[in-house]
């Protein structure tokens, strides 16, 4: 295999929304660069990067593909990540091990909601940046309205370094406005053509040219006098000033044509190896930062083989052949398979197995790896996603993921009883590969519950579930883990006396029960005094206030916010023991409760949520009608950002209701605020609902056959 040094490394990030063409793009890149016979095609389902039965069944990428080829002595590693809002934490994981990224636009999609999101996260990583602008082989896509339009919404400068030629009404070219050549191919052509700029190009290549040169010459004021003094940028100047350009984010490349014609391709390609920084190059000015594991003291790697050997694992992928594969960006230093390194997230030794580099479903083993290599590294045991290996005498940790936090969940039950297990088992295993799912029990609604980005991220778990470990599950709404409380002051008197000849059971105690403020949850109190109850007695007083809290009178939901002080009672020397007096304080929490004007409580979610500014009016008024109050509305790069309380029961299916009312540019995330008191009216609904909820598994539960 070609040894490559460092500096001819570059690692891309592919990224769009869905239906923009990135894994048509990938697949032209590879095809450009020699490593495919044939261009494959996403309708017929032949290309590369969409191996997984998922990604064929939908015709869609439903994860991050890693493709490496040679091309010109560079070393490409592209990711090819899914567009899908609901897959969004794929291009989330992708940015943290690349060192360049290609955005994928089309006049039809536009910036939709997970572009602007992760355009947000590029510019937060400070990530050197170039668009492809795709789908010019249609018809009635303005070339110079798009630049115009991208200049705004990215608040960066567009400069075309393409445009876009037509022959007899199709496109089979572009002109390079840096290389000053017309670049043909095609399909069905490995090899471009070069030709010299026809009579009637030259005023589309002078005025594009002039755009890009006098945008390049104001980003420095070497350039602007070298411009200024001589009308023109040399070759070697204009290319280290566009590489600034992107560094710095003032300039923004576009490359325009068809990744499914094969047009404007190379020009591409050729920029991606001329353009983009090296890892070496990169972390010169944005080293790796991290902590020394042992004493949390900041530390930091750049990206040469001198430094000692730190790599990150960025994406995990369970091989039905291979087993467990870690997807790892080798950040610093150099490693060769079968050696033992340190896990310094996890704080274990982690022997290394085989080293591969990818291309789609197909592996090559290879020896070692160095300071910007991205590799797959086969059966870590203890390594997962986020993860940093280090060198265990100069370790680092590198900080984690920072995932986008579900925000649709289902209660599962497996449709066999016997594939409890293997639910539980697969779900874990598929958020090995796929952190931004979640799988818990509820211990109070006694339901699995499987959370997700969205309806298409559940959907596809559970088709994964299916093929890769045989079991299905049936979905339900989740039950809503309610609250009771209390709004007055109460007394009671429990007592507890049982005589079966011999010793009996003797327990006696007055409680008083108080509301708490909101969030306080328990308070116990002894003001017992002249020993009318033991003093050895009273934690089994708490004790059996504590069990009678798990259920309300209400709705059988826990109770919190009250505070409850044992005060008086009377015990028998013989016949009092700790069972009968947590008998009694149960019974003297659950009278008093009773009569303390018991309420019910729901969750209230805060959620923040994105939206085009046409669609804010929609969007507020169905948040009044689910019971939300409005905390916040600020606008934030040409999108509103919207804050709101919004009870936990109406969210349910949100996701749904948002890509509704925002023709899918609308996102959102919550996390829990607070509980807080369900309005009376709604109060009777809730509690026939749960009573017909439980006669119902009661009912199942008697007509089951016994095992």
């Not at 660069?33 to 044939?38: I, K, N, S």
């Not at 100047?237 to 490349?253: C, I, K, N, S, W």
């Not at 429990?494 to 010793?503: A, N």
Request: contains cysteine; aromatic residues 6%; charged residues 20%.
């Amino acid at each position: 295999m070609e040894t490559i040094c460092v500096e001819s490394v570059r690692n891309v990030a592919i990224i769009s929304s869905a239906g923009a063409g990135k894994t048509s793009l990938c697949e032209a890149l590879l095809y450009t660069g020699g490593a495919l016979p044939v261009l494959g095609s996403v309708s017929q389902g032949t290309t590369v990067s969409d191996f997984e039965p998922e990604a064929l069944r939908h015709r869609t990428s439903t994860s991050t593909s890693l493709l490496q080829f040679s091309w010109n002595h560079t070393q490409f590693t592209l990711l090819d990540t899914p567009g899908a809002l609901a897959l969004l934490g794929e291009s989330m994981t992708a940015l943290r091990a690349i060192d360049a990224v290609v955005l994928v636009m089309t006049q039809q999609i536009g910036v939709r909601t997970e572009l602007a999101r992760l355009w947000a996260r590029i510019k937060e990583l400070e990530v050197p940046c170039m668009v492809f602008l795709n789908g010019l082989d249609k018809d009635g896509v303005a070339y110079e309205n798009l630049l115009e339009q991208y200049r705004q919404q990215f608040s960066c400068l567009p400069i075309p370094m393409t445009v876009p030629v037509r022959s007899a009404g199709t496109l089979d070219s572009v002109i390079d406005v840096r290389l000053k050549q017309l670049v043909r191919s095609g399909p069905s052509s490995v090899k471009a053509e070069f030709l010299p700029i026809a009579a009637h190009l030259e005023e589309s290549l002078s005025r594009a040219r002039t755009q890009t040169l006098e945008a390049v010459a104001e980003s420095g004021e070497t350039l602007l006098e070298t411009y200024l003094a001589e009308g023109d940028l040399s070759e070697d100047a204009l290319r280290e000033g566009l590489r600034r350009g992107m560094v710095t984010r003032q300039l923004l490349p576009v490359y325009a044509g068809s990744a499914t014609q094969n047009v404007g391709v190379w020009s591409l390609l050729d920029a991606m190896a001329k353009l983009f920084p090296s890892p070496s190059e990169r972390d010169v000015t944005h080293p790796w930062y991290g902590i020394q594991p042992e004493t949390s003291d900041g530390c930091e790697r750049k990206g040469t083989v001198e430094e000692p050997f730190s790599a990150y694992v960025f994406k995990t992928i369970i091989d039905p052949f291979v087993g467990r594969l870690s997807y790892c960006r080798v950040v610093s230093g150099s490693i060769h398979a079968d050696s033992t390194v340190l896990n310094a997230s996890k704080h274990v030794r982690e022997k290394l197995g085989h080293f591969y580099r990818v291309l789609g479903k197909r592996h090559v083993a290879v020896d070692s790896a160095k300071a910007g290599d991205i590799v797959a590294m086969a059966k870590l045991k203890d390594t997962h996603t986020g993860d940093t290996l280090a060198h265990e005498g100069n370790p680092i940790c590198y900080p984690g993921l920072g995932l986008p936090k579900p925000i649709l969940s289902y209660a599962i039950e497996a449709k066999s009883k016997a594939d409890v297990d293997k639910v539980s088992l697969g779900l874990h295993k598929l958020i090995e590969e796929d952190p931004t799912l979640e799988f818990s029990r509820n211990e109070e609604t006694k339901e699995m519950v499987l959370s997700g980005m969205g309806q298409f991220h559940i959907d596809l778990a559970l088709e994964k579930l299916h093929r890769k470990f045989g079991v299905d599950v049936i979905l339900h709404t989740p039950k809503i883990p309610y609250r009771e409380t209390i709004k007055t002051l109460s007394q009671a008197q429990g007592k507890y006396k049982k005589q079966t000849g011999g010793h009996g059971q003797y327990g006696d105690c007055w409680l008083e029960v108080v509301p708490l403020a909101r969030g306080q949850g328990f308070a116990f109190e002894n003001r017992v005094v002249g020993g009318a109850i033991p003093r050895n007695f009273i934690p089994a007083v708490e004790k059996g206030v504590h069990e009678a809290m798990h259920e309300g009178p209400l709705s059988g939901c826990p109770v919190v916010d009250v505070q409850v002080a044992v005060y008086d009672g009377s015990y028998h020397v013989v016949d009092s023991s700790e069972i009968s007096f947590k008998i009694a304080g149960s019974m003297a929490f659950r009278k008093a409760i009773e009569s303390a004007h018991p309420v019910l409580l729901e969750p209230i979610m805060t959620i923040e949520i994105g939206t085009p500014t046409e669609t804010v009016g929609a969007v507020m008024g169905d948040l009044n009608a689910r019971r939300g109050r409005i905390l916040s509305v600020n606008a934030q790069d040409h999108v509103e950002q919207i804050t709101a309380l919004v009870p936990l029961a109406e969210l349910l299916r949100y996701a749904t209701a948002l890509h509704a009312m925002t023709a899918g540019r609308g996102s959102y995330a919550m996390e829990f605020a607070q509980y807080d008191e369900v309005p009376r009216d709604l109060v009777g609904k809730i509690l026939e609902k749960r009573k017909a909820e439980g006669q119902a598994v009661a009912s199942m539960q008697h007509t089951s056959p016994r095992s």
